[in-house]
């Protein structure tokens, strides 16, 4: 971490930023040295005059030349730096000693004084300011950026300070947003933070729509740099490859495996449709776990389509054999048609029978919530049941249709299926690193669905530990990265970023802007419900104006100095010798944001400007992330 530098220092550096005249000082005091040691060596001057003149020229010699190195030195760094790379192994030695702290890359502490020095070069033509790339050279011990590459070199040239910037891991316990748009670098920093987590040894999930294969690559090297065992992973295009990941394992009561089904609904579904579809759901699980029957995606998605009617038979029948009178079915005929109409035509007597004889007589205490719930779905209207299903059925179709079918709700029986079978309970009680692609380009409804419902279960794994007692680093850490988080977005993800860190879940959100994340939540004020779950900020290059105003506002304000001089002189015009003239110097200030807006759209490749903690801010540059460095 950097120290605040002091402030004659800044203004110092400021003022340096101009031609360097010492060298006229330097060129006359060294002729003046060059002409004592000929007046010396002719015999014309005696010594002890020649070393006082020396004496002298040395100091103004010594004084003038660390100034001239001083003026070039700020100068230099304006040159900015080239895009560097970094090993897995380098990292894992930089980490050493830092195992409770995450790296944000190389740089500086951005102070107000950093802020000033950035307005002053908008003020001029910075690209006269840059030395001869000879004498560049001289003073850096990295290459310049390019003028081929994107972004101003500047914006990191206001410091000559570049080191590795490191902040408590528990600073970011309250979620970290990372923005950038289109190769900006995003995938750089979010390869570092993935690297970062599994050589911590987190449980690490990472959900990427776009399915990166450079991140892929990236979490398997970093497996292997931290002695880990292979990631396992999951993508719906390569159903055979990978691990089955059942999203319906683990749960606590039925409700859960609603919620999670909820997030495949269709996000423009009417209110009113979706809470019975919620409903009917919740029925269907309620009666399958009363007959002991684990619910799938496919045996929900079976009673969704065909109705829940030999579900509620067979739970009625079960029911029936224990509290039914002795020869009840001798009144079937008479019991059907207490039942009214039938939905369906080809509905049995003996499931409206049954039907009549729990509505009409059994008592309260012998009735089931699961049998009350799947008939109150019975009852409704059928036409009204079809319009809500419709809609929900396409989605739960390609979910349990096909190979997606058995990755989704395995059969650990079958012995031609050698993938393992995993759920997010198993994934995090064993420590592993997850990494899940959803092919989001070609099939973004599925994408979307399959993340919602992974996420619902990630968080009712953190219900459960509030539930348990295992909050406030009780239990291990999980470090959740999802990538475009636009696409993905859901109300489960909200409540992860909103309670997920005290029950051990660090979440990282990437996007590229803000206005892509309003489209998907249906308005910027929603949106912002989302930012403001996200305490840490680490904002690379961005030409969205939406994105550009969120990060200004989230680094603050910071008062510029603005300097004036005014000159006026005035003359009779009369004869007279009177003459009047006045000089102004004036100096005064006006709050201006702490990084200039315009600069956002500005930033190199792979450098971003970063707030941690609600208020320490950071210029940093991140290496690319690689197995070898390229010759």
């Not at 929603?526 to 990060?551: G, S």
Request: proline residues 6%; neutral net charge.
């Amino acid at each position: 971490m950097t120290n605040q530098p002091d402030s004659n220092e800044s203004f110092h550096r400021v003022s340096a930023w101009r031609p360097a005249y010492e060298g006229f000082a330097i060129a006359s005091w060294s002729i003046t040295l060059f002409w004592t040691l000929h007046l010396f060596f002719s015999e014309k001057l005696p010594l002890f005059w020649c070393s006082l003149f020396w004496t002298v020229i040395g100091f103004m010699l010594l004084t003038r030349i660390r100034s001239f190195i001083d003026v070039l030195a700020a100068r230099a760094v304006l040159s900015g730096c080239k895009q560097t790379f970094i090993t897995f192994d380098d990292l894992a030695s930089l980490m050493k000693g830092h195992d409770k702290d995450l790296w944000l890359g190389i740089g500086f502490r951005w102070w107000p004084e950093h802020s000033q020095k950035l307005y002053e070069l908008t003020k001029w033509d910075w690209s006269r300011l840059q030395l001869p790339a000879c004498l560049t050279r001289l003073f850096l011990t990295h290459p310049t950026l390019p003028e081929e590459a994107a972004g101003l070199p500047i914006i990191h040239g206001v410091s000559d300070t570049d080191e590795p910037i490191f902040r408590p891991i528990k600073n970011f316990e309250g979620g970290l947003c990372l923005c950038g748009t289109t190769q900006a670098g995003k995938g750089v920093y979010l390869s570092h933070l993935v690297s970062q987590a599994i050589a911590r040894g987190d449980v690490v999930i990472v959900i990427d729509p776009k399915h990166s294969s450079r991140l892929k690559d990236t979490i398997y090297h970093a497996c292997l740099a931290a002695g880990r065992d292979e990631p396992l992973t999951f993508h719906p295009a390569f159903p055979d490859t990978g691990i089955r990941l059942d999203p319906m394992h683990s749960f606590t009561n039925a409700t859960e495996i609603a919620s999670r089904i909820r997030q495949a609904f269709p996000p423009n579904m009417d209110d009113s449709f979706a809470n019975f579809a919620w409903m009917a759901v919740n029925a269907i699980a309620q009666g399958l776990i009363a007959l002991n029957i684990r619910p799938t995606l496919p045996l929900i998605a079976r009673y969704v389509r065909l109705g829940i009617y030999d579900l509620l038979e067979s739970l009625l029948e079960h029911h029936a054999l224990q509290h039914a009178e002795p020869h009840w079915e001798k009144r079937i005929p008479e019991l059907a048609k207490m039942a009214g109409r039938p939905p369906l035509p080809t509905l049995s007597e003996r499931l409206m029978a049954l039907v009549a004889w729990y509505e009409t007589e059994l008592t309260q205490s012998k009735k089931e919530p699961a049998i009350d719930g799947l008939i109150e779905v019975f009852r409704h209207n059928r036409e009204h049941y079809s319009k809500i299903t419709a809609s929900l059925l396409p989605i739960l179709s390609m979910l349990t249709t096909g190979k997606l079918a058995d990755s989704l709700s395995p059969t650990v029986t079958d012995i031609h299926d050698t993938r393992p079978v995993m759920n997010l309970e198993k994934v995090i009680n064993g420590g592993h690193v997850l990494y899940i692609g959803l092919d989001a380009m070609p099939n973004p409804t599925v994408a979307s669905t399959l993340a919602g419902i992974w996420l619902a279960d990630l968080a009712n794994i953190a219900g459960r530990r509030y539930n348990l007692g295992l909050s406030g680093g009780k239990a291990p850490r999980i470090s959740l990265f999802v990538d475009e988080v636009s696409n993905v977005i859901n109300v489960p993800l909200i409540e992860i970023l909103n309670k997920g860190a005290e029950s051990g879940i660090q979440t990282t959100c990437a996007m590229q802007t803000i206005a892509d994340l309003a489209h998907r939540m249906g308005s910027l004020e929603a949106a912002h419900v989302v930012l403001a779950n996200l305490n840490n900020l680490i904002a690379l290059r961005t030409k969205d104006q939406m994105t550009q105003n969120f990060v200004v506002e989230t680094l603050g304000n910071t008062y510029i100095c603005n300097q004036g001089t005014t000159f006026s002189s005035r003359s009779p015009d009369s004869l007279s010798p009177n003459f009047s003239s006045s000089f102004s110097h004036q100096v005064d200030s006006s709050l201006e944001p702490v990084f200039p807006p315009a600069f956002l759209g500005k930033l190199p490749n792979c450098e971003a400007i970063v707030q941690v903690s609600a208020g320490y801010i950071y210029k940093t540059r991140c290496p690319i992330l690689v197995k070898r460095i390229p010759s």
